[in-house]
Nanobody
């Protein structure tokens, strides 16, 4: 089975920075697209950023220019560097990865446990 382990959440002040990481481990043949989503109270889950296995990226308009997604393929790890943080960035952040099985060559999506990011005024 595959497991995604997140780290890096915490409490920061407005304008501060934080970097999240998420490492995939287990019976992995290939890790394709990886991404970050977030959920705040009273709001739907939203996509924050995606990065393909080829390095192409996509960002939500609300974070474009402030957040940077990257990956280390040798470590099966995705990162989210968050700069110029705002109170509205407060949410639980979840990483996700599309991973191909050795046996079936089918793609399944896996999720991390979530990490809390709180930005104070």
């Amino acid at each position: 089975q595959v497991q995604l382990v997140e780290s890096g959440g915490g409490l920061v002040q407005t304008g501060g920075s934080l970097t999240l990481s998420c490492a995939a481990s287990g019976n992995i043949f290939r890790v394709n697209t990886m991404g970050w989503y977030r959920r705040s109270p009273g709001k739907q889950r939203e996509l924050v950023a995606l990065i393909t296995d080829g390095g192409n990226t996509n960002y939500a308009d609300s974070v474009k220019g402030r957040f940077t997604i990257s990956r280390d393929n040798a470590k099966n790890t995705v990162y989210l560097q968050m700069n110029s943080l705002k109170p509205e960035d407060t949410a639980v952040y979840y990483c996700s990865a599309a991973i191909i099985s050795f046996v079936t060559h089918t793609t399944l999506n896996y999720w991390g446990q979530g990490t809390q990011v709180t930005v104070s005024s």
